[in-house]
């Protein structure tokens, strides 16, 4: 009797243990999901990116070369949901897949400088202060960043409000926390970018509208007298301030006028269903008015752009091209992305690199879950493999 209740509690034992490790393993296969799922995928797929090569002066040795190479990133329409419309477990996951995809592109990439082109908030158009001290902590979370690296910001609708909603409070708490103004100039390594906002350009005369057209004109005129050969000679540079004598490269939010995205092309373009939309000057684009304005006053070799959250490259003139980054958020699009752009005083080349398409990451959670029901039916022998159905066949066969 004493024999067979000490073999009763090894067997017991035996199977306690039999059930530890397999939950265990359960555990072990779960851990390595999430790690690849949430953690490397990011790695795996930013590694295939690369900085495009661009075209550098003959004399120059390999060393200075590389180092007069500006190399910029371009984002666009983050969108960090607010209090009002977004649900926490939303903002949980969107945040987190940003905050990986953009630590990561840091680490592997090393660029000089990041620019964001706008909206960066969802809801910075009506947030209280509350709510925006919390977004704006909350983004500087998520895009920290390291010493060698500038991160540089600018304005959007979702940001201030559209053009009726604009106030100077709410252009001025912009400002104060990601120091931008309307016609600032980055220079870096001779490389000239005009940060504008593009909501001011409505061309009514407001006082916030006023303000951004002239410091513009301002710095088309600086920028203008800086590229001529011979500035001495003329009467109306005596004086001016010398900037790079190279033509700049705008950034903003709002693209420059275009009728829709018909012409828009590539995996990342607007749907099929979309393109053929007119687009509302003022609203979806700036008005023809002020994207002359703009060509006219500053003649930029490139133009990055947001706000409609596809891709697009458009020729303004025959000549400028302009390009329209995607959203960074996969809460607006399934393959988000940004622009990676190796910049010299002359010349630029661009590359898109693909953050991992969230139906991936999807499909592999599902193909991961119906692995772990069937291990877990199987151990609970409620479900037989195929394996074990063939050997349970053989048995019988053997005892026939």
């Known amino acids: 009797m004493a024999m067979m209740r000490s073999d009763l509690g090894t067997m017991k034992i035996l199977h306690l243990k039999k059930r530890g490790c397999f939950l265990l393993k359960l555990l072990c296969l779960v851990v390595l999901m999430l790690i690849f799922c949430e953690f490397l995928v990011y790695y795996v797929v930013i590694f295939q990116c690369h900085w495009p090569e661009v075209k550098i002066e003959a004399h120059r040795s390999s060393r200075q070369s590389s180092a007069s190479v500006l190399k910029a990133m371009f984002l666009s329409d983050t969108h960090l949901l607010g209090e009002i419309k977004g649900h926490w477990l939303d903002k ?7 905050e990986r995809a953009f630590q990561t592109a840091l680490s592997l990439l090393e660029p000089d400088i990041v620019f964001i082109l706008g909206d960066v908030f969802d809801e910075g158009k009506w947030s ?16 920290r960043h390291p010493v060698r690296t500038e991160l540089m910001v600018v304005v959007g609708n ?3 409000g559209f053009h009726y909603e604009m106030t100077t409070y709410k252009l001025k708490r912009f400002a104060k926390v990601f ?9 870096r390594k001779g490389v000239n970018f005009v940060m504008v906002n593009s909501v001011a350009l409505e061309g009514d005369g407001c006082t916030v509208c006023s303000r951004a057209e002239a410091k513009l004109m301002k710095l088309s005129h600086k920028l203008n007298c800086s590229q001529q050969e011979q500035i001495h000679s003329n009467k109306r540079c005596s004086g001016v301030e010398q900037l790079p004598a190279s033509e700049p490269i705008l950034l903003q939010h709002y693209p420059l006028y275009r009728r829709s995205d018909a012409e828009c092309t590539g995996e990342d373009s607007a749907l099929p269903e979309e393109k053929n939309i007119p687009f509302k000057e003022k609203y979806d684009v700036l008005s023809r008015e002020a994207s002359q304005k703009l060509l006219w006053w500053f003649h930029p070799r490139l133009i990055l752009s947001g706000h409609t959250h596809s891709a697009c490259e458009v020729l303004h003139n025959g000549k400028i091209p302009e390009i329209s980054v995607p959203s960074f958020s996969w809460r607006n699009r399934n393959n988000p992305s940004f622009i990676m752009g190796s910049i010299t005083p002359t010349d630029f080349s661009l590359y898109k690199c693909f953050l991992p398409l969230e139906s991936r990451v999807v499909t592999i ?9 069937v291990l877990i039916l199987a151990h609970l022998q409620l479900f037989n493999p195929p394996f074990y159905f063939a050997q349970h066949l053989i048995r019988k066969h053997k005892a026939v």
Not at 92 to 98: D, K, Y
Not at 128 to 143: H, I, L, P
Not at 365 to 373: E, M, N, Q, S
Request: net charge positive; hydrophobic share 45%.
């Open 92 to 98: 949980l996951r969107r945040e987190w897949q940003m």
């Open 128 to 143: 209280s202060s509350q709510a925006w001290a919390d977004d704006v902590r909350r983004f500087q979370k998520m895009f």
């Open 158 to 160: 979702h940001d201030i």
């Open 179 to 187: 120091n931008f103004t309307s016609g600032k100039l980055i220079a």
């Open 365 to 373: 959670y599902c193909i991961a879950g119906a692995i772990l029901g």
